[in-house]
């Protein structure tokens, strides 16, 4: 059914075009598939599928993976292939891999990757080379700059800059001390500039 919406949409009709929940329900399919077949072949088929509806994704104009669908495909692989495997160790490494480069690592893709590999392959593939701040081991930024949050203010030596909200090695988005202070330092300057003014607003 989806290919024929994506084949009718390219020949001009709009109101064929799929939406990414489209392409979910085929990912939802696919895993739900465990649940009708013991065949490890037809496992492997339907894994195979959900992969290539991600690759249809990122090759599209119109329509891009989210977070969500990386979510999707992690579970996908943990339903599908034998559990503690190198082969599905394998495919879920390189699942989380493709994720990061697509900066799409939210909270719920970190911690079903945690739960579906072992606490080593977390390590190395998290935890081992993640930067610090304030103290904490965080996500790069790259990993989530695809998620679409509001920059929050970061305060560096070179002056407040942007970023990313931070997510935690743990899978917990953490407030920064520099950004808190400087978001009570702005409510105080707009307090002082209001008793400048007598207390006028």
Same mark, same amino acid.
């Given at each position: 059914v989806l290919q024929r919406m994506?084949?009718?949409y390219s020949e001009?009709?709009?109101?064929?075009?799929?939406d990414v929940f489209s392409f979910h329900a085929v990912i939802g399919a696919c895993s739900r598939s465990a649940e009708t077949s013991s065949s490890a072949d037809k496992h492997k088929e339907a894994l195979l599928l959900a992969i290539s509806i991600?690759?249809?994704m990122k090759k599209s104009d119109s329509y891009h993976p989210t977070a969500k669908s990386y979510l999707l495909l992690l579970q996908c692989c943990s339903n599908l292939l034998p559990s503690g495997s190198l082969e599905m160790e394998k495919a879920l490494r390189s699942i989380f891999r493709s994720c990061c480069k697509d900066g799409l690592v939210n909270r719920q893709v970190l911690k079903q990757f945690q739960s !579906?590999? #072992?606490?080593?392959v977390y390590h190395r593939e998290v935890v081992r080379d !993640?930067? #610090?701040?304030d103290g904490v081991k965080s996500l790069?930024?790259?990993?989530t700059r695809g998620l679409g949050y509001r920059p929050r203010m970061h305060e560096t030596k070179h002056g407040v800059q942007k970023r990313n909200p931070i997510i935690s090695v743990g899978g917990d988005v953490i407030g920064s001390t520099a950004y808190s202070d400087h978001r009570m330092r702005k409510v105080w300057s707009k307090k002082n500039q209001k008793?400048?003014?007598?207390?006028r607003s």
């Open positions: 994506i084949k009718h001009g009709n709009e109101a064929a075009r799929p991600i690759q249809t !579906a590999v #072992s606490s080593e !993640a930067p #610090s701040y790069p930024q790259a990993w008793l400048l003014r007598g207390g």
